[in-house]
């Protein structure tokens, strides 16, 4: 009995290890695609930044339904202050990155979505 669970663990050990020799999982984008990707990030997120007037409105009303008046306009004025920025950033600074490291935006940092729109 011992050597027939030994032998399934080695088995499991063995099917999980094929797929660490594998030659490239994921093929990477070129990085002139990487840095178009983030220049239309950025662009979408300068743009849109105002809208987070209508979304942090949203999220306040669910998030606190008693205190959303008080939260409402510091909250919308921040997340669209760092969308912009991020935005801003994204256009300006992170080209010059995206081949030598990763390019997160500012806005994954601040725990907001990539664009306005998608869900908190």
Sequence with gaps: MEKKVALTLIGFLLFGACSLWAAEPVKKASVLKQIASVEKRGLVNFLTAPAEWVYSFKGEKKDHPKAWPATYLPRSFLNMAIRGTSGINDLVVL??????????????????????????
């Design 95 to 120: 080209p010059w990155y995206v081949a030598a490291s990763d390019a997160t935006p500012l806005t994954r940092r601040f725990d907001l979505p990539d664009y306005v729109w998608e869900k908190r």
